[in-house]
């Protein structure tokens, strides 16, 4: 009877211990399937300086990787597949010092579509004023509070604008607290001596890349993000026609905006990344609604007026 009572305990014991190490694969399991939120390539060119030190570039670009990718930028835990793509190209074309660099960034930003293999353009801009000082070996420093670099600065105030349109995309305005990041960081790099921040230097820079996002008189321009988005591209793989209607939504959106200021930058923006997309989406479909598309299209964005003619001209529906 002992024997058996033992024997039970032991078996019982191995059970627990069992469950343990299973809870804890799972759990480890679970730590693995978390990831940051970007899933970013960085590009890092220097061709056109001459005699530049291509591994002192490479270095530069597996830093600014590390910065981008590694980080943690939200609460949010992501999974592997939610992570944002995005691209983030740096070309420079000035050593103006050993540790001074002056060139442009490029930034692209896109979002999967649902239920599709498709990723869509949010975002696709190109910052002429980027000015940066680094060193290779220098720490890629950050603080959200207080201006440290103007490198990092750039970056990570592109990555809220990201953030915040990725968030806007699923949810009307829920990407305002990385947006109000974006300003935070602009707000503390007003004593950059850099170029970009401030609202003197010119017309369409960061200042007011992130002032027209927060105007509430401009606010029909992110009602047009998420209608787009959400209640358009997300809804085609299985009804076309709904999710043209959404979209058609959006682009009334951006018409009234349109109308209450005529070329806003943020307005701009959205049309350098989504032009072709709107061709496309509206290239087979009925000849009213081509129509429509059309003017609404040639009065909102009257200098590529003629690419909009190639909607009515594919094949009618």
Known sequence: MGYVFQRSLSCNLLEMKLKSVL????????????????????QVSAQSVQGANREKFENLRKDLYEFVNERKWTNYAFKIDERIECTIAITIQEELSSDE??????????????RTSYNTTMFNYVDNDFQFQWQEGMAIEFDENRFTSNLTSVIAFYL???LGLDFDSFSPNGGQPYFEKAQS?????????????????????????IENILNSS????RKANYEFHRKGLDLMADNIENGRAG???????LLQANREKPNLF???LFLDAKRDEIINIYSEAPMMDK??????????????????????QSGVK
């Open 266 to 268: 943020i307005l701009q």
């Open 291 to 312: 129509t429509r598309i059309v003017n609404i299209m040639s009065e909102i964005d009257p200098s590529k007026a003629s690419q909009y003619q190639k909607i009515t």
């Open 23 to 42: 809870l804890v694969i799972l759990l480890s399991l679970a730590v693995a399937l978390e990831a940051q939120e970007f899933k970013c390539q960085l």
């Open 160 to 162: 809220n604008i990201f």
């Open 185 to 209: 960081i602009l707000q503390t790099a007003q004593t950059a001596r850099e170029k970009g921040w401030k609202a003197y230097e010119s017309t369409k820079n960061r200042y007011w890349m």
């Open 218 to 221: 401009y606010s029909n321009v």
């Open 101 to 114: 660099f002056k060139g442009k960034i490029n930034l692209v930003l896109q979002r999967p579509v649902y």
């Open 247 to 253: 979209v058609t939504q959006a682009l009334e959106f």
